[in-house]
């Protein structure tokens, strides 16, 4: 079954920060855009950040800027999601999905319905104090 396996959320105090982990089951991820998105209780998902296929392009949620840094590790077949500082509105389940895009530099962090694939079943990050 070609999905990612997210890890790494858990609960964390206000300006607190996490190691989010993105593995990929079944499939090379070195072949795909990988993004990471958000959904918090009543809202809708939402895009965090994405990285490139060659790791060249890499956005960012207006929302997580300066906070949030996405990386990718071919070899482990894994892509990671630093978050800093975090707070309370940063209290989501978050997941990574894959895209394929011809330009191997660019991502889509708010990409159209239907883009990103494989999706796993989400990490919980709780900010609360």
């Known amino acids: 079954q070609l999905q990612f396996v997210e890890s790494g959320g858990g609960l964390v105090q206000p300006g607190g920060s996490l190691r989010l982990s993105c593995a990929a089951s079944g499939f090379s991820l070195d072949s795909y855009a990988i993004g990471w998105f958000r959904r918090a209780p009543g809202k809708e998902r939402e895009g965090v950040s994405c990285i490139s296929r060659n790791s060249i392009g890499t956005n960012y949620a207006d929302s997580v800027k300066g906070r949030f840094t996405i990386s990718r590790d071919n070899a482990k077949n894994t892509v990671y999601l630093q978050v800093n500082s975090l707070k309370p509105d940063d209290t989501a389940v978050y997941y990574c999905?894959?895209?394929?895009?011809?330009?191997?530099?660019?991502?889509?962090?708010?990409?159209?319905?239907?883009?990103?694939?494989?999706w796993g079943r989400g990490t919980q990050v709780t900010v609360s104090s």
């Open positions: 999905a894959a895209d394929w895009d011809r330009d191997p530099a660019r991502c889509l962090v708010s990409p159209p319905k239907g883009r990103y694939r494989y």
